[in-house]
């Protein structure tokens, strides 16, 4: 099994053009992120996807983005979501990220909306991940396995640093069983959050070791879940963020790091970190 990087375009204000040539020099093999909003605007995403032959993973919201709209049932939910992922099958994505749903809504109404959400995506032609993400239905890992027992055919895109954050700790309790939910997972977003927050301010600070630490030990069973599977390729995006998740200084607003360097410092530390784990298993076999 081989690792490919995706570099996020969470954050980013240049143009494609620098994305590319960024990505390229810091050795990462794809693009992730969001179905451009305007449509006029995709052909020439696509031909540049296309040009470069550049693997790329969508990103989609139901309702809006990043939050969903609350008076928004499972029926709004579902009609914003049909053309989106006709739209992002033009493209010829890796797979299709999707940010589904809304935290509030009953268990019958979660069921109902992702059993309809599978159908619209096996329809559309995608491979659909959902996203494990705050404020989204599955916002919590109990929530999550529940819809799970219900619905065995979902696949994830696990972020795990959200539910470390839902659940106020890191989640190595040995009742803290995620095994169902690994087994599904399709797609790492690689961002080391805490029992406080989403993003450490640098995922290599000594002081943040065991966060890291629990987040690696969780991929690495990811990764052992994906080669028993049979995945010949795994994908990791790199996922730290603005918007609240980056640190700043009180009262000057400065920045304690800067994105582009966190994500390169994070793909190459996964880069290592997957050699080591494909070692480790071959020692062990």
Known sequence: MKLE??????????????ALDELREAGFDGLEGRLP???????????????NALPYICTLFSSTPVLPRQADGVAEHLADLAPKLAAAAELQPRLVNLLAGNDRWAMAAQVDFFGAALELARQAG??????????????????????????????????ISHW??????????????????????????????????????????????????????HWEQVWASQRAR???????????????????????????????????????????????FLAGTQEAS
């Open 5 to 18: 990087l995706f570099r996020t375009l969470w954050g980013f204000r240049g143009r494609w053009e620098q």
């Open 37 to 51: 909003d305007d449509p006029a605007a995709r052909p020439a995403f696509a031909r540049l996807l296309e040009a």
């Open 126 to 159: 995608v491979n659909a991940c959902f996203e494990i993400h705050r404020g989204r239905s599955l916002y919590s890992p109990w929530v999550t396995l529940e819809l799970i027992r219900q619905l065995p055919g979902l696949r994830f895109t696990s972020d």
């Open 164 to 217: 470390v954050v839902t659940c106020e700790r890191l989640l190595d309790d040995p009742e803290d069983d995620l095994g169902p939910f690994v087994e599904r997972v399709c797609h790492i977003q690689a961002r080391v959050g805490y029992d406080q927050g989403p993003q450490v301010p640098h995922p290599g600070a000594p002081e943040y070791a065991a966060a890291l630490a629990f987040h690696q030990r």
């Open 230 to 276: 049979g995945f010949a390729c795994t994908t990791l995006t790199p996922e730290f963020g603005p918007d609240g998740y980056l640190h700043h200084l009180p009262y000057t607003n400065v920045p304690v790091a800067d994105l582009w360097s966190l994500n390169r410092w994070m793909a190459a530390e996964q880069r290592a970190h997957f050699q080591r």
